[in-house]
C-alpha cells in the first residue's frame, strides 16, 4: 500500500482510516493518524476510556505521531492483529508497534496496550497525548502517580503509563503528554496498563517486550492453524482474524461490531450499539468456524448459545449480551456523535423483538455443529425441539424480520422461509436420534404449510422474484439465504429469477441495497456489504462462476487499507458506514469465498 497523509474532516477520521487490535476482551481502534479513537474498558461491552470517534472533544483518546508533515502507510504484522504504522517526514521514517498484549501468565495487567516507537531512519520529532475519558466521557476522573508512574482513576477502574525514551511525562489537567525524538535505531515505548477490581501493575521493560514478542506468536500460532486452502487465503485469514477480535474469550460469544452508534449516513439517527451477539449470525458463525478448523471456538460459541438461550426458552430473543444476558435497555449517551450524528445509542431495543428468522438460524447452527460431528446432550436436544414446537405455534405471525425494523411487524418473506428451515432441521436431527421425535410428523407438515406460504403468497409474478413481504412488491436482498441456508437449491427456476431481480433491482456495480420500502426509521443508509458477500455465493451456488468471480474482485477491492469492512459503504464516495469491523460482514466473504472454492473445484 503506498504512502499517503492521514487526513481528518470537522477533527474526525473516515471510518475507512481505523485498523483494529483486541486481545480476547476488548478491542481499541486507531487511526491512520496514530490516534487511538476507541477503547471500551474493561470489555468490548463496557464503557469507554476513550471515545473520541463519537466526540471528539469529550471522547478521550491517545494520540501519536509525527510533529511534522508526514506521509503514512500500515499493515498488520503477517498472520497477526499486531498493528504497524510507517510514518514517513522530510527528515525521516518511523515505525509505530501497537498492539493489546496477549496474558502469558504470571502477573500482568487486566489489559496492556503498548506502543512501541522505533526509529527507521534521519530524524523524527515526535508528539504524543493521552487523555483517559472513563464512562464516555461522563465520569469523573482524578489523576495522580503511583510509583512515580502517572495514572488516572475513576471509580474502580485505574489507566497507569508507564514510558521509556518518550520524553518527559507533562501532566495536565486533561491527562499526559510529551515530545521525543526518534533517530535511525532508537526504540520507545509507552503502555497504558489497566485494572479493575485489582492492583495496577507497572511492568518493567523487558517484561514488556517480551509479551509483545509473544503476542506475535500467539496470533501467528492461530493463524497458520486454519486449514483453508482456496483462492484468496491472505483476504479469508485477515477476515477470521478480525472475527477473532469479536470472540469474547471469557464467554466465547461472538459481538457483531466492535463499536456503537458508528452512523449508516452521515448525520443521521440510524445510529445502533452492535456490541452484542446476534441469534441472525449464528448460522455462518459456526459455519466460518468449521470451516476453518476452528474446533476450540465453534465449540465455545455453540455451548454459549445454548446457555444463553435457555434462559428464554423456547422464546428467543433477537441478541444477547456477551456475558450471555439479555437486559439491553437503549440509552442515549450526551456525545455529539461522530461528525454530528446523533443519537449516540449504548444498548439496543431491537432485543425483544419477535424476529421468527431466528429460530432457523439456531436451528441450523444446531444442524450444522452436529453433522460436523460435535455432541448434543439430550437436554440441548430436548430444548431445540421445543423451539420447533414454538415455530409450530407462532410461524403465522407477523414479525420484525431480519433486518428489526421499527416499523409494525408483518409477514416478512425471509422469516418464513427460516421457519421452513427451522422445522427441516428439526426432523433432520431427529432423524439422527438427537432431538425427541414425538413431533415428528407435525413439524413436517407445518414446514410444508409454511413453504406453501411462501410460494402462494411470497412470490412476484410482476417482478419474477421472492418480495420482501406477503403480498407486497418490493425487493429484499434478505432472500438470498434461501440459498445459503438451503430453504431451496440455487438452481431452482424461482430462485434463479429472484437472484436476477436483486442484481437488477437492488444492486449497482458491486453495492447491494438491502431493501426497498419503509422500515420506520428517518434517513437513508448505504449498501450492505454483508448482501454483496451473498450475491457472490448466489451467483456461485447457481453455477454463474464468472459472475461471482468478478463480483468478488470488485469487494475484495472495497476492503480499507488493512484488509477491514464495515457495515455499510457510500457507492458515490466509497466511505465507510456503521459499525466496524463489521462480523457479518467478515462471515459473509468467508461464505462466499469457500462457496467459489467448493462450486470451482
Given amino acids: 500500500m503506498e504512502a499517503a497523509p492521514a487526513r481528518r474532516v470537522d477533527g474526525y477520521a473516515p471510518l475507512r482510516d481505523y485498523a483494529v487490535i483486541g486481545d480476547g476482551r476488548t478491542v481499541a481502534l486507531v487511526a491512520r493518524d496514530g490516534s487511538i479513537d476507541w477503547l471500551p474498558l474493561p470489555y468490548l461491552d463496557s464503557a469507554t476510556a476513550f471515545a473520541a470517534i463519537l466526540d471528539r472533544d469529550r471522547g478521550g483518546s491517545f494520540q501519536l505521531e509525527p510533529d511534522e508533515p508526514y506521509a503514512v502507510e500500515r499493515r498488520y504484522l503477517p498472520e497477526t492483529n499486531v498493528l504497524e504504522t510507517s510514518f514517513r517526514t522530510a527528515g525521516g521514517a518511523v515505525r509505530v508497534t501497537d498492539a493489546l498484549t496477549l496474558d502469558g501468565g504470571g502477573l500482568a495487567p487486566f489489559a496492556e496496550l503498548q506502543r512501541r516507537v522505533d526509529g527507521l531512519a534521519g530524524r523524527v520529532p515526535l508528539r504524543w497525548r493521552v487523555e483517559p475519558r472513563f464512562g464516555y466521557g461522563g465520569a469523573a476522573v482524578g489523576f495522580g502517580r503511583r510509583l512515580e508512574h502517572p495514572v488516572?482513576?475513576?471509580?474502580?477502574?485505574?489507566?497507569?503509563?508507564?514510558?521509556?525514551?518518550?520524553?518527559?511525562?507533562?501532566?495536565?489537567?486533561?491527562?499526559?503528554?510529551?515530545?521525543?525524538?526518534?533517530?535511525?535505531?532508537?526504540?520507545?515505548?509507552?503502555?497504558?496498563?489497566?485494572?479493575?477490581?485489582?492492583?495496577?501493575?507497572?511492568?518493567?521493560?523487558?517484561?514488556?517486550?517480551?509479551?509483545?514478542?509473544?503476542?506475535?506468536?500467539?496470533?501467528?500460532?492461530?493463524?497458520?492453524?486454519?486449514?483453508?486452502?482456496?483462492?484468496?487465503?491472505?483476504?479469508?485469514?485477515?477476515?477470521?482474524?478480525?472475527?477473532?477480535?469479536?470472540?469474547?474469550?471469557?464467554?466465547?460469544?461472538?459481538?457483531?461490531?466492535?463499536?456503537?452508534?458508528?452512523?449508516?449516513?452521515?448525520?443521521?439517527?440510524?445510529?445502533?450499539?452492535?456490541?452484542?451477539?446476534?441469534?441472525?449470525?449464528?448460522?455462518?458463525?459456526?459455519?466460518?468456524?468449521?470451516?476453518?478448523?476452528?474446533?476450540?471456538?465453534?465449540?465455545?460459541?455453540?455451548?454459549?448459545?445454548?446457555?444463553?438461550?435457555?434462559?428464554?426458552?423456547?422464546?428467543?430473543?433477537?441478541?444477547?449480551?456477551?456475558?450471555?444476558?439479555?437486559?439491553?435497555?437503549?440509552?442515549?449517551?450526551?456525545?455529539?456523535?461522530?461528525?454530528?450524528?446523533?443519537?449516540?445509542?449504548?444498548?439496543?431495543?431491537?432485543?425483544?423483538?419477535?424476529?421468527?428468522?431466528?429460530?432457523?438460524?439456531?436451528?441450523?447452527?444446531?444442524?450444522?455443529?452436529?453433522?460436523a460431528g460435535h455432541r448434543i446432550d439430550p437436554d440441548v436436544g430436548r430444548r431445540l425441539a421445543g423451539l420447533a414446537d414454538f415455530v409450530c405455534e407462532h410461524w403465522r405471525e407477523p414479525d420484525s424480520g431480519i433486518w428489526e425494523v421499527r416499523s409494525d411487524p408483518v409477514h416478512f418473506t425471509q422469516s418464513k422461509m427460516m421457519c421452513a428451515v427451522a422445522l427441516d432441521r428439526a426432523c433432520a436431527l431427529a432423524g439422527r436420534g438427537l432431538v425427541p421425535r414425538r413431533r415428528l410428523d407435525a413439524w413436517r407438515a407445518e414446514a410444508a404449510a409454511a413453504r406453501q406460504f411462501v410460494e402462494t403468497n411470497c412470490w412476484s409474478e410482476e417482478k419474477r422474484s421472492y418480495v420482501r413481504f406477503a403480498g407486497g412488491d418490493e425487493l429484499d436482498a434478505s432472500v438470498l439465504l434461501a440459498v445459503l441456508h438451503e430453504y431451496a437449491d440455487a438452481r431452482d427456476e424461482r430462485m434463479r429469477a429472484t437472484v436476477d431481480a436483486i442484481a437488477r433491482g437492488l444492486a449497482s456495480g458491486p453495492f447491494v441495497r438491502r431493501y426497498t420500502g419503509e422500515d420506520g426509521v428517518p434517513g437513508s443508509e448505504g449498501a450492505f456489504l454483508a448482501c454483496s458477500f451473498w450475491l457472490v455465493e448466489a451467483f456461485a451456488r447457481g453455477g454463474r462462476h464468472d459472475e461471482a468471480a468478478e463480483l468478488m474482485a470488485q469487494l475484495l477491492a472495497l476492503r480499507n487499507d488493512v484488509g477491514l469492512y464495515s457495515e455499510e459503504i457510500d457507492p458515490a464516495s466509497g466511505e465507510f458506514l456503521g459499525n466496524l469491523p463489521q462480523g457479518l460482514t467478515h462471515l459473509a466473504l468467508i461464505s462466499a469465498a469457500v462457496a467459489l472454492a467448493e462450486e470451482t473445484g
Fill in 152 to 371: 488516572a482513576t475513576a471509580g474502580s477502574d485505574a489507566l497507569g503509563l508507564v514510558t521509556f525514551d518518550a520524553g518527559e511525562v507533562e501532566e495536565r489537567q486533561s491527562g499526559w503528554n510529551g515530545r521525543f525524538e526518534a533517530t535511525a535505531g532508537s526504540s520507545a515505548l509507552l503502555a497504558l496498563t489497566y485494572a479493575h477490581l485489582e492492583p495496577l501493575v507497572f511492568p518493567a521493560r523487558g517484561e514488556l517486550d517480551a509479551r509483545l514478542e509473544q503476542t506475535n506468536a500467539t496470533w501467528r500460532r492461530w493463524a497458520r492453524a486454519r486449514v483453508y486452502d482456496g483462492p484468496w487465503r491472505e483476504q479469508v485469514i485477515r477476515s477470521a482474524l478480525a472475527l477473532k477480535l469479536l470472540v469474547f474469550a471469557p464467554s466465547g460469544a461472538i459481538a457483531a461490531a466492535a463499536t456503537t452508534s458508528l452512523p449508516e449516513e452521515i448525520g443521521g439517527k440510524r445510529n445502533w450499539d452492535y456490541r452484542y451477539s446476534w441469534i441472525r449470525d449464528s448460522a455462518f458463525t459456526i459455519a466460518a468456524f468449521l470451516r476453518l478448523g476452528c474446533a476450540a471456538e465453534a465449540e465455545a460459541y455453540f455451548w454459549w448459545l445454548m446457555h444463553a438461550t435457555q434462559l428464554t426458552a423456547p422464546r428467543l430473543h433477537v441478541l444477547y449480551r456477551l456475558d450471555g444476558g439479555i437486559r439491553t435497555p437503549e440509552q442515549e449517551l450526551p456525545l455529539d456523535g461522530y461528525r454530528g450524528s446523533r443519537p449516540v445509542n449504548i444498548g439496543n431495543g431491537a432485543a425483544e423483538q419477535l424476529q421468527l428468522d431466528t429460530y432457523g438460524e439456531l436451528l441450523q447452527t444446531a444442524w450444522l455443529y452436529a453433522a
